[in-house]
């Protein structure tokens, strides 16, 4: 007689079954978890090399004027090596390489990470990253940068031990389910697929998996609110060290003012609302009246602690919505927006000139510093941000002539733009 056929009894059929559909809908949920989260932190590395290469390309700026290669290495290989980057490059404006940084071999702990790191970030991040050097709104280099791409390999087998993990426990737990693995199942199972439905929709504020009634897929679900609490914690970091560098990048480090480039775009930005909309508007120029003397008979120390000061000053005679940076050295420039009057200029100067005028601190009453201020405003003295910046600097050297502490409102035509005579 033939050998009659192994036949299994109703529940071992379902429950293979169900261990086959819920191996495969986790691995599914694992791998669209796992693919939200490169997404999303490819995003965000992308926004991160841009603020870097902004970054450098701000700080290198002097030192390709001046063609200080030594310099721009130096900064090159500091912020290289601050932000983890595998390749920099630095090329002035005829695409000659003035400086590179190459992250070496020796410095990667894992050899298999950086194998695998390299061509997954050129997967990944296929171009490099590019930020023009400016001097004074022209371009004279380009920072090129590639992120390290052993950062996604090492989150990527971060994630991939976590899921396997969270396979495994869950083929333990469906072995011992019952006839209702069916209805236990397919709950926790649709709440995770949910979950990773929305989170890769939002890309942020990921919810979290509920708690199920069964302990393994209870695990299960405490180890993907792990690896989003994970991803989470690391979108928060680059989002700090983001506001860290957009601050850099506007910011003057000494005063905490802010930086040439941040004005110029403001003033740009107001005057093209200004040339919509209408009004006026005032650009005020300053210059610290005998501020080498002073920083040559006291020392850096206390001119640093002067420019801080006058910055200070200058910032409490202003209002809300006006606008001072520090210009570079001794200059400083303020935005006022809107003026109503040429005398609101006048008299805003003259607060801050008498403002300024007092000594410096208790241990330093002898430095008393002043500034000579030029004022240009808009329509009467230029169209564009350079024509009143040049307008308000010749009023500045008027003051000048005129005494220590003084203001001049200019006088005459328009100011025709050379940005390189500024």
């Known amino acids: 007689m033939p050998a009659q056929p192994v036949r299994r009894s109703l529940l071992q059929t379902l429950r293979r079954a169900h261990v086959r559909v819920a191996s495969i809908s986790m691995a599914a949920v694992g791998l669209a978890l796992l693919l939200a989260a490169v997404l999303a932190l490819r995003t965000y590395a992308n926004n991160h090399l841009e603020l870097v290469a902004r970054s450098i390309a701000y700080s290198v700026e002097a030192a390709v004027v001046f063609n200080d290669r030594v310099a721009v290495m130096e900064q090159l290989a500091v912020i290289a090596q601050r932000e983890s980057l595998r390749e920099a490059e630095l090329r002035d404006q005829a695409g000659h390489v003035l400086a590179r940084y190459e992250l070496a071999d ?3 702990a894992d050899a298999l990470l950086e194998a695998a790191g390299e061509p997954l970030g050129r997967l990944l991040m296929p171009q490099p990253t590019v930020a023009p050097v400016l001097d004074r709104g022209r371009q004279i280099g380009e920072v090129r940068l590639r992120g390290d791409g052993a950062v996604f390999a090492r989150f990527l087998a971060t994630a991939a031990t976590g899921i396997a993990l969270c396979l495994v426990l869950a083929g333990l737990g469906l072995r011992l389910l019952s006839r209702r693995i069916q209805r236990d199942i397919v709950e926790p199972v649709q709440a995770l697929i949910t979950m990773t439905h929305r989170a890769r929709a939002q890309r942020g504020g990921l919810q979290r998996a509920p708690a199920s009634q069964i302990a393994e897929f209870h695990a299960l679900g405490e180890d993907f609110n792990a690896l ?3 991803i989470e914690m690391q979108q928060a970091q680059l989002a700090q060290e983001n506001r860290s560098l957009t601050h850099l990048a506007n910011h003057d480090s000494l005063t905490g003012l802010y930086n040439r480039a941040y004005f110029s775009r403001r003033l740009a930005r107001i005057l093209q609302d200004a040339q919509l909309q209408g009004g006026s508007i005032a ?17 850096h120390a206390v001119g640093d602690l002067l420019l ?5 000053r200058i910032r409490a005679q202003l209002r809300e919505g006006d606008t001072v940076a520090r210009l570079g050295g001794d200059e400083f420039a303020v935005l006022l927006a809107p003026v109503h009057h040429p005398q609101d200029a006048l008299r805003i100067a003259d607060k801050i000139n008498a403002a300024v005028a007092l000594p410096l ?6 430095i008393v510093p002043s500034v000579s201020i030029g004022i240009a405003l808009y329509p009467q003295h230029g169209q564009t941000a350079d024509q009143l910046l040049r307008a308000a600097d010749r009023a500045m050297y008027e003051a000048k002539k005129s005494g220590r502490g003084t203001s001049r409102l200019f006088e005459g035509a328009y100011v025709v733009s050379d940005i390189s005579e500024l």
């Open 106 to 108: 020796r410095q990667r």
């Open 228 to 230: 989003l609490a994970e």
């Open 283 to 299: 650009v005020l120029y300053m210059d610290n009246d005998r501020f080498k003397e002073t920083n040559d008979r006291y020392g």
């Open 308 to 312: 801080i000061e006058v910055a200070a």
């Open 361 to 366: 601190s208790k241990r330093h009453e002898r």
